[in-house]
């Protein structure tokens, strides 16, 4: 079955950390994947996708992720976390044939002074 | 980038009655969906809204209970009926545009408790 994955409900970092938030998803086809944001009382936000070429994939607000073939995973990063960034972070994937997105259980990211 | 008007942005609304919650692009798109996100979880969609055409729904919902409208290509509506506690969610408005433009674009979400 297609599915993705965000294996930590929540992630806790200092700021000035570096920070990363995990995604994996089940093999099928060639997915599209994504990263989106919620801050409270807003809507969702894209940050980046991933359709083909370079696997390290550059965002919004400084963010990247990188694709891994190998291990299906689609993981968001950002070298140095700000306070600001605490919000609730969906991966996502489009597969192939469909132009919905299917997302992940979502992750908290908490970034302490 | 595409912008969404949802509407209303909330409701309170008693057992057994219907909500019809209305979305507007401010450009026309190619596709229209709508997502359900429940208290403390996921997004989940319900169905992709199609122009001139009855809905697609996914497993587990059904046009009874969520009629779709889209009457044209920057406007649909999602009507929530016979509600019951278990309504209780944000439904997000979503839409992609073009046939290559890949991300899709959400509405600010209606927030439905349902008592």
């Known amino acids: 079955a297609q599915s993705v994955a965000q294996p930590e409900d929540q992630v806790n970092v200092a700021e000035g950390n570096p920070l990363t938030v995990k995604c994996t998803y089940s093999?099928?086809?060639?997915?599209?994947l994504f990263w989106y944001v919620q801050y409270p009382n807003r809507g969702l936000q894209f940050l980046l996708k991933?359709?083909?070429?370079?696997?390290l994939v550059k965002g919004s607000y400084g963010f990247e992720a990188e694709f891994n073939k190998s291990q299906t995973s689609f993981h968001l990063k950002k070298p140095s976390a700000l306070v600001s960034d605490s919000a609730l972070y969906f991966c996502?994937?489009?597969?192939?044939?469909?132009?919905?997105?299917?997302f992940g259980s979502g992750t908290r990211l908490q970034v302490q002074p | 980038s595409a912008v969404i008007s949802q509407k209303p942005s909330r409701d309170i609304c008693q057992r057994g009655t219907s909500l019809t919650i209305q979305c507007q692009v401010d450009?026309?798109?190619?596709?229209m969906f709508w997502y359900r996100q429940q208290p403390g979880q996921s997004l989940t969609l319900i169905a992709t809204?199609?122009?001139?055409?009855?809905?697609?729904?996914e497993s587990g919902f059904v046009i009874d209970k969520f009629p779709i409208s889209r009457p044209n290509l920057t406007f649909s509506t999602l009507t929530v009926s016979n509600m019951s506690p278990e309504d209780s969610s944000i439904y997000l408005c979503?839409?992609?545009?073009?046939?290559?433009?890949?991300?899709?674009?959400f509405g600010s979400g209606t927030q439905l408790s349902v008592l």
């Open positions: 979503s839409v992609s545009q073009g046939t290559t433009n890949e991300k899709l674009f």
């Open positions: 996502a994937v489009r597969w192939t044939g469909r132009r919905a997105l299917t």
């Open positions: 093999v099928s086809g060639n997915p599209y």
């Open positions: 991933y359709i083909t070429g370079d696997n």
């Open positions: 450009s026309q798109v190619t596709m």
């Open positions: 809204a199609n122009q001139g055409s009855e809905a697609t729904y």
